[in-house]
Structure formats: C-alpha cells, structure tokens
Nanobody, 126 residues
Framework: QVQLVESGGGLVQAGGSLRLSCSASGRTFRRYTMAWFRQPPGKEREFVVGVNWSGGSTEYTDSVQGRFAISRNSAENTVYLQMNSLKPEDTAVYYC???????????????????WGQGTQVTVSS
C-alpha cells in the first residue's frame, strides 16, 4: 500500500503561483510513476502532468506546458507541482496519483493509477 497526502492548495489571483506537494508513505516510492490530475467543478478528472520513477521523463498536458513543473525527491518520498502564471481555468481539486511502473512509462488515464491522495483545492480568481 502507498499513502499519498497532498498539501499546498489555496486561493491565488490570476498570474500568481502555488506549489503543491505530495508526500508518499508505505511501500517503496522508487518504482512508481507519479502524476497530478485535476477535477474542475462539474467536469471529469483530467491528467495534468506525470513523472517517471527516475524523474528523467515528464509529460504535460498542453494547457499547462511552460507554466507548470513537476519534480520528485525520492529521498524525501515527495513529488512537487510548481504552478506559475495561474489562470482561472486552472481552478480545480488537484489529486496526486501513483502507479507501479518498472518500465518508467507515464500513464495518462486515471484508471491506470492505483493510489490517490485526498485532493487539494486550488482556486484562481480573475
């Protein structure tokens, strides 16, 4: 079992920044692909960004490319999401997710991920 706990959400004005953290505990964190998903109000959960187990490969959805950055610190069992130039359309509950992946593959669909955090609210005002 892997337990994930997100933190760092909040209310920010458009153009501002936030950094989300996802702390993992339980089984070894090392061989897991990690990702951030988000669920805007009234919409489906969507992939935002993922990082493979080594941190050497990342994938971003087009709408956040160049504004968001994912990183992982395996020694601390933590994944970060730095969000810059935030827009009102970034408003959502953000979820951290983990999937075992010895191949290092990054998955884009929620059903590929076995473990989820409780979510953290990000609200961007215009």
């Amino acid at each position: 079992q892997v337990q994930l706990v997100e933190s760092g959400g909040g209310l920010v004005q458009a153009g501002g920044s936030l950094r989300l953290s996802c702390s993992a505990s339980g089984r070894t964190f090392r061989r897991y692909t990690m990702a951030w998903f988000r669920q805007p109000p009234g919409k489906e959960r969507e992939f935002v960004v993922g990082v493979n187990w080594s941190g050497g490969s990342t994938e971003y959805t087009d709408s956040v490319q160049g504004r968001f950055a994912i990183s992982r610190n395996s020694a601390e069992n933590t994944v970060y999401l730095q969000m810059n130039s935030l827009k009102p359309e970034d408003t959502a509950v953000y979820y951290c997710a983990a999937a075992p992946s010895w191949s290092g593959r990054i998955y884009y669909t929620a059903d590929e991920y076995d473990y989820w955090g409780q979510g953290t609210q990000v609200t961007v005002s215009s």
